[in-house]
């Protein structure tokens, strides 16, 4: 699975959009973006996930470059329960390979967002 | 409600003693995998399951078993613990290996003496 660089963290103001942005130079053509967030040693949540086109749904937006190189995650209106690691992580959705079930979590961004 | 449940949530134990978590989930989901995350290492994949009876070895395997008799549960066991198993497990789900979203338990902390 290709690799991710993420920031170590960032902040946010409640109510505004949330941008974080995720570099993955090696992805390959059949590997797609995922991302997950974890609030405060809970379980990993999954948030959105693609392969080219931009994504969205009620949790966030998903932003893919036309290279594919990099993503970036949307939150568009941050409240204090967002406060988490944000982690993105790429891999191959469809079966074939021994990786294509495990899901490579990196050091994540954590994301305060404050009053 | 659709979820993965772990127990127990909290678990002190001596060194040596055999103990079990156990993972259940209620979606029918054919994967399920053990992740332990430990501070700056982040998670990483102990054990996964693609099907009953049918088990793999992840990235950190080593002194651990699973099992998957049925479809629903995935207990982790560790035969003999040692301190350096002293971590946060967390129990995950997927529908199919071609399916997207994962589903996490709470998570268990063990801590080992």
């Known amino acids: 699975d290709a690799k991710t660089t993420q920031p170590t963290s960032m902040d946010c103001a409640e109510g505004r959009a949330a941008n974080l942005p995720c570099n993955h130079s090696?992805?390959?053509?059949?590997?797609?973006v995922y991302w997950y967030r974890q609030i405060h040693s809970q379980g990993p949540q999954y948030i959105i996930h693609?392969?080219?086109n931009n994504e969205t749904n009620e949790m966030a937006s998903l932003i893919i470059t036309e290279d594919r190189k990099s993503s970036t995650l949307i939150l568009p209106h941050a409240t204090l329960r967002d406060t988490a690691v944000y982690y993105c992580?790429?891999?191959?959705?469809?079966?074939?390979?021994?990786?294509?079930?495990?899901?490579?979590f990196g050091q994540g961004t954590i994301l305060t967002v404050h009053p | 409600e659709a979820q993965v449940t772990q127990n127990p949530r909290y678990l002190i134990t001596v060194t040596g003693k055999k103990l079990t978590v156990t993972c259940s989930q209620n979606?029918?989901?054919?994967?399920m995998s053990w992740y332990r995350q430990d501070p700056g290492l982040g998670l990483r994949q102990i054990y996964y399951?693609?099907?009953?009876?049918?088990?793999d070895k992840g990235d950190v395997p080593e002194g651990y078993k699973v099992s998957r008799k049925e479809k629903r549960n995935f207990p982790l066991i560790l035969e003999s613990p040692s301190p350096n198993q002293t971590s946060l497990y967390f129990c995950?789900?997927?529908?199919?290996?071609?399916?997207?979203?994962?589903?996490f338990g709470q998570g268990t902390r063990l801590t080992v003496v």
């Open positions: 399951s693609m099907n009953v009876e049918v088990t």
């Open positions: 693609g392969l080219k």
């Open positions: 995950a789900s997927m529908l199919t290996l071609s399916h997207t979203e994962a589903f």
């Open positions: 979606m029918n989901h054919e994967y």
């Open positions: 090696t992805i390959s053509g059949n590997e797609y």
């Open positions: 992580i790429v891999r191959v959705a469809l079966a074939g390979g021994t990786s294509y079930g495990k899901l490579t």
